[in-house]
């Protein structure tokens, strides 16, 4: 058998033809089409997707797994990904889409109109209070990559003071008006109207938002989650949400995921909770990103050169 490619993802005909052209002396299996042999695993040379830890176990000859998503953390685990084996991801896809779930979500909670589906949905033409603007709202956006800066555009564009959070120094810029680091977020989350967390799993990440921190909040702040769920300790933001300390929180993404059927977090108002869908192939916009990114890859992988988007294993983030 010749080299393979595996592609994991739905890739259309057009697609399909493109990289069948730039790759002709290497065979392709998509996963869509059915079960992949075992025999092709064995063979394959680089993986279009996002593989299974036994899925990688078959693999003898891989050189280059591309990731469809910008999270990498669970390939960054020793023992999942030989060292030998490249790791790029899809960073710079997702910005659009899922910065403006995250502006409408942040409408939605401050002007209350979760309540008022709540509201819609029993029948009662009830007065769910106060609401607040964000024009002149201060954002504090936890994680300053793609998505985060795409946030932070569209929130300052709406009038809001944007403050970014980085894990290395960088120099503020014409949507955020301050930058700090996360050592400096104890220090600010009593402040902020909006925390805004974009941030991958990884050591400092898990459990930031925990009890403590949730309590430093300013009063009637809300939370908003699109990383991953592991940052923030789930307990402690029911806990939060139940007092009225939080106007709300909303959640793309849960520690335990998917959310189980019975947790108290389904029913407290204030929560506002979405299947890890703000980014995916919802927008076509996206699908194209990541199609985009895989092309040129896989163009230069053919060529002998250094596929873009590489990984530091270290971080989980995308090398500069």
């Not at 899925?55 to 023992?79: I, M, N, T």
Request: charged residues 25%.
């Amino acid at each position: 058998m010749r080299d393979v490619v595996i592609g994991q993802l739905p890739f259309e005909p057009q697609y399909r033809e493109t990289f069948r052209k730039l790759a002709p002396d290497f065979d392709f299996y998509f996963t869509e089409d059915g079960p992949v042999p075992d025999e092709a695993w064995e063979n394959a040379v680089v993986i279009l997707g996002g593989p299974s830890a036994a899925e990688l176990a078959k693999c003898k000859k891989l050189r280059w797994l591309q990731l469809g998503s910008a999270g990498a953390d669970f390939y960054c685990r020793p023992g999942i990904l030989p060292e030998s084996v490249m790791l790029t991801n899809a960073t710079g896809s997702y910005g659009h889409a899922i910065s403006e779930y995250m502006v409408g979500a942040t409408l939605m909670v401050m002007k209350r109109l979760h309540l008022y589906r709540d509201n819609q949905m029993s029948g009662a033409w009830l007065d769910r209070g106060n609401v607040k603007s964000v024009t002149s709202s201060k954002v504090l956006v936890v994680g300053m990559g793609d998505i985060g800066g795409e946030y932070a555009k569209r929130m300052h564009a709406l009038g809001a003071s944007v403050t970014g959070i980085t894990r290395t120094p960088r120099e503020k810029n014409g949507y955020a008006d301050k930058m700090a680091l996360l050592d400096d977020l104890d220090g600010l989350l009593p402040e902020y109207d909006v925390v805004a967390m974009a941030l991958p799993n990884t050591v400092e990440t898990v459990g930031l938002m925990d009890a403590r921190r949730l309590s430093l909040m300013k009063e009637g702040a809300v939370l908003i989650n699109v990383g991953r769920g592991s940052a923030i300790d789930t307990e402690a933001l029911c806990d939060a949400l139940e007092s009225g300390h939080l106007m709300g929180a909303v959640l793309d993404v849960t520690a335990p995921e998917p959310l189980p059927a019975d947790h108290r977090l389904w029913h407290i108002p204030g929560a506002v909770i979405t299947p890890h869908i703000s980014g995916g192939y919802h927008m076509r916009e996206t699908y194209e990103n990541i199609m985009a990114i895989f092309t040129e890859n896989l163009e230069k992988f053919v060529r002998g050169e250094e596929p873009g988007h590489q990984v530091d294993r270290s971080t989980g983030y995308m090398k500069k």
